[in-house]
């Protein structure tokens, strides 16, 4: 695998940001994907870094940084309805390789 | 445009059966990939296939295999059922390889 580590759970509070990071083990990979999946559904894909920075969409960034090796998913003004798994993947080798997922508990 | 669609979207298979499930992708995407996620392990790699080739297979069984048709279309099999293949198998497909993917809602199997 390529060692992907996300913390397993995560709560904040409507209306506020939340940082979920994502740490990885390897390099030259093609591509770090976010997915958010909630109970029950499957993933829907959010955000995808090529390069390192930020990519903006939304209330939603990613940022990833190559040399560090991790990236990060922020999602500002927190909803009651962002309560979801959120799952880091790396495209390398020709092969997806996902993250456990941290899900985030939003409290009103 | 349609989503990702799976049949079916649940099964109940007693051990030692087999089992077909069915994934149309996106109208235009080439790539189909299949993934298991169970609780324990989240979501595992099973294989991708682009333009009727299998391009790659996780770490999985013989008992798993799969196929892709010329409309894109893609059915993945499991024969001698045992109870840890009781799972959630989601299809996902995107335009290209290594591109975004797009999950279908997934077959729940439960093996009796």
């Known amino acids: 695998g390529q060692n992907i580590d996300q913390p397993t759970e995560m709560t904040a509070t409507e209306g506020a940001i939340v940082q979920i990071n994502c740490t990885y083990q390897?390099?030259?990979?093609?591509?770090l994907f976010w997915y958010q999946q909630h109970a029950g559904e499957a993933p829907t894909f959010l955000s995808y870094?090529?390069?390192?920075g930020l990519e903006e969409k939304g209330r939603f960034s990613s940022f990833l940084s190559r040399s560090k090796g991790y990236s990060y998913l922020l999602l500002k003004e927190l909803q009651m309805k962002d309560s979801a798994s959120y799952l880091c993947?790396?495209?390398?080798?020709?092969?997806?390789?996902f993250g456990s997922g941290t899900k985030l508990n939003v409290k009103p | 445009k349609a989503g990702v669609t799976q049949t079916p979207r649940y099964l109940i298979k007693t051990r030692g059966q087999q089992v077909t499930l069915s994934c149309s992708p996106i109208?235009?995407?080439?790539?189909v990939s299949w993934y298991q996620q169970t609780p324990g392990q989240g979501l595992q790699f099973l294989f991708e296939?682009?333009?009727?080739?299998?391009?790659n297979k996780g770490n999985f069984p013989g008992r798993f295999s799969g196929r892709q048709f010329s409309n894109s279309r893609s059915e993945m099999n499991v024969s001698t059922l045992e109870l840890g293949d009781s799972a959630l198998y989601l299809c996902?497909?995107?335009?290209?390889?290594?591109?975004?993917?797009?999950f279908g809602p997934g077959t729940r199997l439960t093996v009796t």
């Open positions: 390897t390099s030259g990979f093609n591509g």
């Open positions: 870094n090529v390069l390192d």
């Open positions: 993947a790396l495209y390398n080798f020709n092969k997806f390789y």
């Open positions: 109208s235009g995407h080439r790539s």
């Open positions: 296939y682009f333009s009727e080739t299998q391009r």
């Open positions: 996902a497909s995107s335009p290209a390889l290594g591109d975004e993917q797009y």
